[in-house]
């Protein structure tokens, strides 16, 4: 079974600084996605950024990017310029590139808390 | 594009009682997930339905059942709710296309209360 870890459960940051969430996980998959959520106080998970496993080039939209370490399982969110309606839960979360039975599903790390500072 | 939506927003049931929550997927959609999100416990997987079968569940009790519609719509049912209950509930849907399964779209939950 595969597992994420999201070791800090809080993080603050600076408005207009830049900071960034880690996440680490277990399989023995190769293949695989990786995720970033944000859940803002009006509690919907929205996609903030995804990552294939087959690809060694970073995600990146926008201000947030990744850094995908695969060999390290590590999947850690950089957010930079950060902005006040950055404000919120994140999630990584796991799931097989296989769309059967178990291996569909999404497993979600516990979550960090960031605040943004102004 | 409509976004996947929940009801009813807020629940609250007595211990003992039923509780029924509702799940409309995204168009076109054809998965639909349920989640569990209590408080320190991050999000725990509960179902998974497609084409209106259960495909897989989480490590949660039978008395945590539901049901996917011809239309793709979703009710989870509680039975005997237990105050460890409460949480919020997430609902989320996807499509599958070959080996591709588009990322997971997530509704804004059901709070449900026990007391």
């Known amino acids: 079974a595969q597992t994420v870890t999201q070791s800090q459960p809080e993080m603050s940051v600076q408005e207009a600084e830049t900071v960034t969430l880690s996440c680490t996980y277990d399989?023995?998959?190769?293949?695989?996605?990786l995720f970033w959520y944000k859940q803002p106080p009006s509690r919907q998970m929205i996609l903030v950024i995804r990552?294939?496993?087959?690809?060694?080039q970073n995600a990146t939209e926008n201000r947030f990017s990744v850094n995908f370490q695969k060999a390290a399982k590590s999947f850690s969110l950089k957010i930079s310029d950060s902005q006040l309606g950055d404000a919120a839960m994140y999630f990584c979360?796991?799931?097989?590139?296989?769309?059967?039975?178990?291996?569909?599903?999404?497993?979600f790390g516990k979550g960090i808390t960031l605040s943004v500072r102004p | 594009e409509a976004g996947v939506t929940q009801s009813p927003t807020h629940l609250i049931k007595t211990r003992g009682q039923q509780a029924t929550l509702r799940c409309s997927p995204i168009?076109?959609?054809?998965?639909v997930y349920w989640y569990q999100q209590a408080l320190g416990l991050g999000l725990q997987f509960l179902l998974w339905?497609?084409?209106?079968?259960?495909?897989n569940r989480g490590n949660f009790p039978p008395r945590f059942s539901g049901r996917q519609f011809p239309n793709y719509s979703s009710e989870l049912n509680v039975n005997a709710l237990e105050l460890e209950d409460s949480a919020l509930y997430l609902c989320?849907?996807?499509?599958?296309?070959?080996?591709?399964?588009?990322?997971?779209?997530f509704g804004n939950g059901t709070r449900l209360t026990v007391t």
């Open positions: 989320a849907s996807s499509f599958t296309t070959g080996d591709l399964v588009s990322p997971l779209h």
């Open positions: 168009s076109g959609h054809t998965s």
């Open positions: 399989t023995s998959e190769s293949d695989y996605y």
């Open positions: 990552q294939e496993a087959y690809k060694q």
């Open positions: 979360a796991y799931r097989s590139r296989l769309p059967t039975g178990a291996n569909s599903k999404l497993t």
């Open positions: 339905y497609d084409e209106g079968e259960e495909r």
